[in-house]
């Protein structure tokens, strides 16, 4: 596979846990004491601020998945795998290389782009709720101390079931 273009799959995977994390710090960072405080900053934004902020999303994203790359997958797949540990959600990469652009591209689609949202949305809940929590004037800060823990759950039941699904693919393993 000699590019893999820029698609929805990489909007969802590196943008979305960008902006959540972009968004946490600007709530952090200025004195927002409430909704409404929050809809009259963003109504201040020029477009080339605006511009910048989508960029630093995109950027935010992409460092989250750099962290997610060396901390998780790199973890699971060199280290706990040898070990015998995990072994049932190591990737057998190799499996993929021999395999057609299609194949491999729809094994990216399929399932490689939602499990990298999973993580980087965790990481992004993690430190979104550090930043909101610590640095934030925020009145209610219940919303973001209940429900994101419990999404950081959701997502990570769901990257758990999409890493052993891409072990089972790349294995020839049947489903467990």
């Known amino acids: 596979m000699d590019k893999i273009p ?9 943008f979305l846990p960008g902006l959540t994390l ?15 405080t929050f809809a009259d900053c963003i ?15 995109f950027i935010a994203g992409l460092v989250l998945d750099t962290t997610r790359t060396a901390a998780v997958d790199l973890f699971i797949d060199k280290v706990l795998a040898k070990m015998k540990l995990f072994q049932r959600f190591s990737i057998e990469w190799s ?15 399929r399932y490689y782009s939602y499990y990298c949202f999973d993580i980087n949305m965790i990481v ?24 994101g823990p419990i999404a950081a759950i959701c997502l990570l039941a769901d990257a758990g079931v999409l890493r052993m699904e891409m072990h089972n693919i790349t294995t020839g393993s049947k489903a467990t």
């Open 6 to 14: 820029l698609t929805n799959y990489q909007f969802i995977a590196y």
């Open 22 to 36: 972009v968004l946490s710090l600007f709530i952090a960072l200025e004195p927002i004491t409430d909704f409404s």
């Open 43 to 57: 109504k201040d934004i020029t477009p080339a601020i605006g511009i910048v902020l989508l960029l630093s999303c």
């Open 95 to 109: 499996y993929l290389y021999p395999d057609t652009k299609h194949e491999v591209g729809y094994f990216y689609a």
């Open 124 to 147: 992004a809940i993690v430190a979104s709720m550090i930043f909101i929590d610590h640095w934030s004037i925020l009145a209610h800060r219940w919303p973001v101390n209940v429900f």
